[in-house]
């Protein structure tokens, strides 16, 4: 059985109890562990490798990247980006699934950055549905949520009796 792959993104420093929280729900539920693997940077070991070159590999090997956001924009490299930033860009120009959850709904709090970033995510080809939280409960509810869609759209789970599923990949 294959397992998919979960980028998590975000601010580390600021989000640290959700990033943290989002691996350890996904670990502990009997449903999720099962088809599925979080990638978290912070899990690393220490390396001589370049961390630029680090995350965007985990975006590469990732099914989904999850996007956590709240009000600081993070670190910026030469180009001016944060690797928050970069990580987006990397699994769109990858095209892979994008999860985005927003902590909080006073946009003025937010660093200008992370704004543009925000409008730069709504107003994509396809216009992202984000969905905002006040809390890691209601983080972990909104990722259940989303989680439990795409193994329904991706045929690994149903609501469906077995006989009235269509199994695409078999053959006579």
């Avoid at 912070?42 to 999850?66: F, H, M, Q, R």
């Avoid at 409960?137 to 609501?159: A, F, M, Q, R, T």
Wanted: overall charge positive; aromatic content about 12%; some cysteine.
């Amino acid at each position: 059985m294959k397992k998919y792959r979960i980028f998590i993104s975000g601010v580390q420093k600021e989000l640290k109890q959700e990033r943290r929280a989002v691996k350890d729900f996904i670990n502990s539920d009997t449903l999720l562990r099962k088809h599925f693997d979080v990638f978290l940077f912070e899990g690393l070991p220490a390396t001589s490798k370049s961390a630029n070159v680090t995350y965007l590999k985990g975006v590469d090997a990732s099914d989904i990247y999850l996007g956590i956001f709240c009000n600081e924009y993070g670190l910026q490299n030469a180009d001016g980006l944060s690797a928050t930033e970069r990580e987006f860009n990397r699994a769109v120009k990858k095209e892979k699934e994008i999860l985005i959850f927003i902590k909080g709904k006073d946009d003025t709090k937010r660093d200008k950055k992370l704004n543009v970033l925000i409008n730069k995510i709504k107003a994509s080809n396809s216009g992202y549905i984000y969905k905002r939280f006040n809390n890691v409960g209601e983080l972990k509810k909104n990722i259940y949520n989303s989680l439990i869609e795409y193994l329904e759209i991706k045929g690994v789970i149903s609501g469906m009796p077995f006989d009235s599923r269509v199994c695409e990949d078999t053959t006579y």
